[in-house]
């Protein structure tokens, strides 16, 4: 008999609130639920993909596997695989220090509150600073930023409040990626944006495609890509020429100023017009839109963050947004204070940390951690570096690294060198598929949630708890549950806390300590998270559609002068300047350019490979300009050859006329590790051998470059796409 069940997704930050249907304990349909969620009655495809990829019946791992002689998978019961995992652990440990055991936090892993949570109770507990995610592969160079710079404890102004913004390689209409790097709203985001158009929004998009954000823009400018440093830098040239920089805001909160203004000088808009291929007067009415905002917003996504100078990319585009104080002000309201973990905001700068600087390094670079994880582009060397801190284990918590990583013939012969390698997961993806153990995992519905991870984000205060609505399957277990499992076998006293980014795991003062011979109640863990909320947990689950409150209103506090200030060019960013000034000619051998997309249906590699996203998208397009294929004598299915200084795909070419000339686009961590002649075959090419892992990466981070990739284009000697 079906029922109705209230829950949310789990598949990005907006956290959507859902109505499923469950009959006979299986959810065959999801529908949006606006009884309490700030975005209204909305949900993305993503939601659909999940409840067809819950329901994937035919590849879900229903009992876990370990790796036989052959290189084959038996089953295995959980319990007999936890035993072996902990002795295998306890005797790497025993013999090379907890160092040597790590964890890779993937994509599927973002939006378990209770499994991400005690991973780092796991690691703490174990004594082992080694944590990886996609995070350092994606957009890290953010991160970076906020360590050069410095942050504003205030953050940046809500959505409703921006009167203009400039988005950079961010497209939320389609990822949902919005606050703190870039404006909109994680959950609705076109709504919100055409709301905002009718407050009078002014918008200002940098992308070198006419992406779905960009029907919004009442400015667009399509550069060529890995430009964005000399054009944020000319920006921030202009707004000093011009004195039309917020004086008052620097003056207070902003040092080198003069420094920046000397570093700048020569990166005129018509010298960053040339480089980047667009009109100068695109350059000036940008400067002069931002200029004249009152409340201005300039953030960007994951386009400046995946290319060349991916650094200097980011902390020229903060600096552009500190020049104009793009932050909230003393006495601004906060729309949203958060409702789980409350905040109160003021008005104040907090100092550059440099974290990579100091504290416990990597072994293969004298690099340290950025937001409490190290570079995972170092994961290859870390795992093959001698040395006594080698990893020899890898714990891959709901993610693809092979894949995310990019460059296979890199990272495939690290991940077969580690001693252990166990995934967590509810599917044989690539990385599983070079696993020791697969711990068959349980999915979102089946699960205890809260929406931690959106708790701040949202537009409004919400929260909401989702219990499971149909049970997991008898030889499945819980992420969290594998982390108390294995350190129940270990004998490893765990505590469990209320964990956020910024904040190292050991200085949280409080926690709740976990029997090592009872399991944890996932119920219990989620009221402890509450434990502080403005709405209590009872009342969470007295209402599963989840809780808007009425806060009394809240505003941004003034401060004394603490002395710290927003550094906008330190020596190192200087340098970096001047390193991109005198790269004055393109790279000759290569007629086109690389960039990565997203799409709605899927979330980095996830729901990939769900029927939905099989339909739309049977194979991974190369995108490319009209004129730029007819000059290539291409037609839409002919099969291209794709070759980059480090490897070459074979892509299949479609015209798309909202694309720049010159530039090729695909959509990242798609593919598969097959062979680089034939990767179009199961589920279109990887773009990852375009990359290389050991070439042309960041300092400090260590990003590979993704997009902005320099490559050539030719037919294939096999035209046409089978049918």
Request: net charge negative; hydrophobic share 40%; with cysteine.
């Amino acid at each position: 008999m079906a029922h109705k069940a209230k829950t949310f997704c789990r598949n990005c930050g907006a956290l959507c609130a859902l109505e499923v249907t469950v009959e006979d304990g299986r959810v065959v349909d999801a529908v949006a639920d606006g009884t309490a969620s700030p975005y209204g009655a909305y949900m993305c495809p993503k939601a659909l993909a999940a409840v067809d990829f819950h329901n994937g019946a035919e590849n879900r791992l229903l009992n876990s596997l370990k790796r036989d002689a052959a290189g084959g998978f038996a089953e295995i019961a959980a319990a007999q695989a936890l035993d072996e995992i902990g002795a295998k652990l306890a005797a790497l440990i025993a013999e090379h220090g907890p160092r040597s055991v790590a964890v890779y936090h993937g994509t599927g892993a973002y939006r378990s509150v209770l499994g991400g949570l005690m991973e780092k109770a796991f690691l703490a507990a174990i004594g082992s600073p080694s944590l990886f995610s996609t995070m350092t592969i994606d957009q890290s160079a953010k991160w970076v930023t906020s360590g050069r710079l410095g942050v504003m404890a205030s953050g940046k102004p809500s959505f409703h409040d921006v009167d203009v913004a400039l988005l950079a390689g961010n497209n939320p209409v389609v990822s949902h990626q919005t606050y703190p790097f870039g404006a909109g709203h994680s959950g609705a985001p076109a709504r919100a944006f055409a709301e905002a158009k009718q407050r009078g929004l002014k918008l200002i998009v940098v992308d070198p495609r006419r992406t779905e954000t960009a029907r919004y823009a009442d400015l667009l400018i399509q550069p060529l890509p890995g430009h964005d440093a000399a054009i944020f830098a000319a920006i921030a040239h202009i707004l000093l020429r011009d004195g039309t920089y917020d004086r008052a805001f620097c003056d207070r909160f902003v040092s080198q100023v003069e420094d920046l203004r000397e570093a700048v000088r020569p990166f005129t808009p018509e010298l960053a017009a040339r480089r980047a291929d667009v009109p100068v007067a695109q350059i000036e009415e940008a400067a002069r839109m931002l200029a004249g905002a009152r409340r201005p917003f300039v953030g960007s996504g994951s386009g400046p963050s995946m290319s060349l100078h991916s650094n200097l990319n980011d902390h020229m585009i903060e600096v552009v947004n500190a020049l104009l104080g793009g932050y909230r002000r003393a006495g601004d309201a906060v729309r949203n204070p958060g409702v789980l973990k409350p905040r109160t905001l003021i008005e104040t700068a907090i100092a550059p940390g440099r974290s990579w600087e100091k504290g416990v390094k990597c072994h293969s670079a004298n690099i340290g951690k950025l937001y409490g994880e190290f570079p995972s582009a170092l994961l290859p060397a870390e795992i093959t570096t001698p040395g006594p801190n080698r990893i020899r284990a890898l714990i891959n918590f709901g993610g693809n690294p092979v894949m995310a990583l990019g460059d296979p013939q890199r990272a495939v012969p690290a991940f077969e060198d580690l001693e252990l390698l166990v995934s967590l997961d509810a599917r044989l993806n690539e990385t599983a598929r070079l696993s020791h153990y697969v711990i068959a995992a349980s999915q979102p519905f089946e699960r205890h949630d809260i929406t931690v991870p959106g708790d701040a984000l949202a537009p409004e205060p919400f929260a909401q708890y989702a219990a499971p609505v149909v049970e997991k399957p008898a030889g499945v277990i819980h992420d969290w549950e594998f982390f108390w499992e294995v350190a129940s076998r270990l004998r490893t006293p765990l505590t469990f806390k209320y964990w956020t980014y910024g904040i190292e795991f050991d200085a949280i003062p409080d926690g709740l300590e976990l029997d090592l011979d009872v399991a944890p109640d996932p119920e219990a863990l989620i009221r402890y998270l509450c434990k502080d909320s403005r709405v209590s947990f009872d009342e969470l689950k007295a209402n599963p559609s989840g809780v808007r409150p009425e806060l009394p209103p809240q505003y941004v506090r003034a401060v004394d002068d603490n002395g710290a200030r927003l550094e906008v060019c330190p020596p190192d960013i200087a340098a970096e300047l001047q390193a991109v000034l005198a790269e004055d000619q393109p790279d000759g051998r290569f007629r086109y350019q690389l960039t990565v997309r997203r799409i709605l249906e899927a979330m980095n590699s996830a729901y990939r490979d769900s029927a939905g996203v099989g339909r739309k998208h049977p194979v991974n397009w190369a995108f490319m300009n009209p004129e730029d294929m007819a000059a290539e004598g291409l037609a839409d299915g002919d099969l291209i050859e794709i070759a980059s200084e480090h490897g070459r795909i074979t892509g299949v070419a479609k015209a798309e006329d909202r694309l720049r000339r010159g530039v090729v686009s695909m959509t990242h961590l798609f593919g598969d590790l097959a062979p680089s002649t034939e990767p179009w075959t199961q589920r279109g090419s990887n773009t990852g051998w375009l990359t290389s892992l050991d070439r042309y990466l960041e300092p400090i981070n260590f990003m590979p470059r993704f997009s902005g990739v320099p490559i050539n284009v030719r037919r294939a000697a096999e035209r046409r796409l089978a049918s």
